[in-house]
Structures are given as C-alpha cells and as structure tokens.
C-alpha cells in the first residue's frame, strides 16, 4: 500500500502519489521501475521535499506512474534553463510553448549559453557575429576545439564521430539556444578564416529567434497572426522576421522553436518535420500565436500548413462569425528556378518529402492548396448576429504571394567564380513589396535597427 500522505508535500508528488493509488503501484515498485533506480526511502525523500529532485528525476517518475512530465514542471514553477530543457519529446506541443513562452523564462543569449558549457568541458572558443547586408546582427557563431583527445578535424567540419561527441556534449545548449553544428562550406568558410584552429562551428540565430510581440495591434482586415511559408531558397524565414520587426510582432521559428521544445535528432528529420508541424499547430490554437508571424521554414510541409490554415479559418467561422477579430494571414514565398537551383546547390537537395503524403515536387501542390485556402474564406456572406456586420474583407488579401528572383547572370556568375550570393536584399526587397498589402497606411519599409536585446 502506498503510505500516508506528508502534510508539507508539494502539489507534484500529491499528483505523483494519486497516480499511483489510481494504479495500485507501491513506492518500492516506482523506486525500482526509474530508469536509474533508487531505493524506496529515496524515492520517499524526494515526494516529502527532504531531497531536491532534479528535472531529469522528476521526468523518469511522471513516465512510470503515468502522466505527462510537463504537469510537473508546471506545478514545481520549474522555469529556468535547465528546467526548460527537461521537458519530454512526448509531451504535447502546447504544453511545451507554454513553458517556454512562460514569463519567468529568462535564458542567456544562444552564444553565452554555448560559451558556458564548452568552458566547463575545457574547449576552446572563438564568437563572432554575422550581420545582413542592412547591418542587422543575423547570426551568432561560436568556434570550438575540443581538448585533444577527442580527435582532429579539417577546416572546422568535424567528421561523423566528432559531430557527435559534440552533440552529446551540448545537447541540452543546442536545444535552448537553440543552435545547429554549422554543415554548410557557405557559411562556414568566412568565419572560419578568422579563427582557423576551430574544429567545429555552431551557429545561433539573431534575426530568427523567438520574440515576444512589442505591440499588440492588429494589421489589415483585423488579421493578429500571420504565417510565413515558401519554397526552398525563398528565405521564408527571413522574410518572417522582418516582417515581425516592421508590425513591432513577435516571431517564431517553428523549426527553431520545436527543436527548443524536443530536441532535434539530425538523424531523424521525419520527426522533426512533424514536431514543427505540431508547435505550429500549438501557436495558431494558442493566445500565445496572437501578435506574432510564424515562419515555418520545410518547403516539402507547407502544405500541411496551409490546410491547417483552412480548417482554422472555417471553424472560426463557425464558431465567432465572419467579422470577428482575431484573423491569420498567409505570406507565401515563390522562389523563381535560378533560386531552386542555387540553394539546391549552397544548402543541399532538401527537397525530399520528410512526412507522409508529402512530395519533393511540392510547387504545384502548395499553391492549388493556396488557392483552396482563398477559395474556403469566400465562402461566407451576410451578416453575423453575435458580432455585429460583416467586415469588408476581401478574402484574397489575407493570402499574399511573393516573387522572390534570382538573376540568371547572377548564378552563371556563381558558378564561374564560386563566389557566393548575397540573398539578404532579395529577402528585404520581397518583405518591403507585401507589406502593403497586410497594413496599406505604413508605407515603405524603414531600414530596421537591431534591437537592444539583439545588440
């Protein structure tokens, strides 16, 4: 039988200790089932508050009696750095965004996170920073060299069992940086002639990372979201932060913000894919989606997104009327072939499907989605009783489509010299052409300032 509750018990181990009467389980049979097993007078000591449990503890106890690690640290107020890095791959995406949106979150910027943990391990290191051609700080990147028993790489690209010592050396860094071992010769090429003795490099987004809203006004046809999808090369994601900075917006990065949320397993991008899916899914149901553009950035998905986009806008519909705010827009990003072809050539062919019913030949499939999704918001007229009259919309302008264009001679001249493209103005250029569109009395775009935490 499971024993007497103690009176100064936390909420946790009171839920802990009603699952495990609800199944009958006893301390010693808990104790013995952790994945790292500890005596019952142990696990007795943890549920009373005489010993501090760690997140990873707490996590291993929630699997065996049965409930989602994520209550938890909900109710141990678990909010830090360390905490936010505990959550479990199987909790629900909503719960995650939820901690790590959570007001008391207050993580160090990417780089210092990485920083940290490689002084701890004895690395060496070497940061710099990338800007965009408007001089906005648009990524951060830290050079490692491990101590010299953990083997040589060449020219900062570590082979396969060096990336995944380093992996495993900073797993719970990359994931709240969030950060990525840098496998692209484009990137890292310039940031390693400044500091050759790197045998590895991360990078950390700047321009990309995940922001909390500045103002909380809607833009055009009361629309207080707005996603950001595209094909590969069209900087989807870019375009989505700069949009974000020019509303005064948050922004996520679904890949970013899933990989923050669940870790991501380079070897494993099927469910990856489908974790980015799920958090956008969790921002567009969520209070937290209000004020804040959504780039998701796998062009193989965006038909996902798009359908998800349809069902949202019917059963709100349905459920608040034609006229009622709280409105999402969709920002879809063409890349012409020059561009395909060039970022195929830079970043990889990425063009495989990486989730069910998904197709490397995806262009016509989004954009007879985009259609449809114009299509299900014209469907509604007349007047709507709860909210009042309809408000002039025209349906199509919350669905806006972008050209963004690579010159020809600009990719023969690539080829030729091997010299890279600066695609930045591309990015800038496409966000300043629809920005009218999504609010008509703001003009141009004013070059955008990073900001103070930025800086």
Known sequence: MVQAETSGRQAWAHRVIAMMRQQGLTRAEVAERLEDPVSERTLRNILDGV??????????????VGVQP??????LEWVTAAEAAAVDSRSAAAGAIELL???????PRGALLLVDRAQDLGYDTFTTTVPTSAGVPWRDYVGLRPP????????????EELARRIRADFAVELRLAPALLEDSDHFRRPVHRLWPHAQAWFWVPRLMRTREARVRQPLAHAVSTLVVVGEHGSGMDDIGAYLAQRAGWGYVNTSFEAQRAFARDPRDPLAHAQRCLDVCEAYLRSELGQFRVISHGNPGTSVQVIDLLRRIESERRDRQGHGSVGRVALVYAK???AL????????GTRLDPVVPESTADYRPVN???????????????????TTGPIVADDPAARVQTVDICLDASQLSARRSSQREVDLDPLYRQATESVWPALDPGAGAIAPVPPTPQDA
């Open 367 to 385: 954009e007879a989605a985009v259609k449809e999704l114009v299509h299900e918001m014209s469907t509604t007229d007349g007047a709507d009783t």
């Open 70 to 75: 994520m209550l938890l640290f909900r109710e």
């Open 51 to 64: 010993v501090a449990p760690t997140p990873q503890r707490v996590a291993q106890i929630a699997r065996v």
């Open 340 to 347: 395909i072809e060039y970022g195929t050539r830079i970043w």
């Open 101 to 107: 949106n959570h007001r008391r979150v207050h993580l």
């Open 335 to 337: 890349s012409n072939d």
């Open 148 to 159: 010299e028993h953990y083997g040589q790489s060449k020219d900062g690209m570590p082979d």
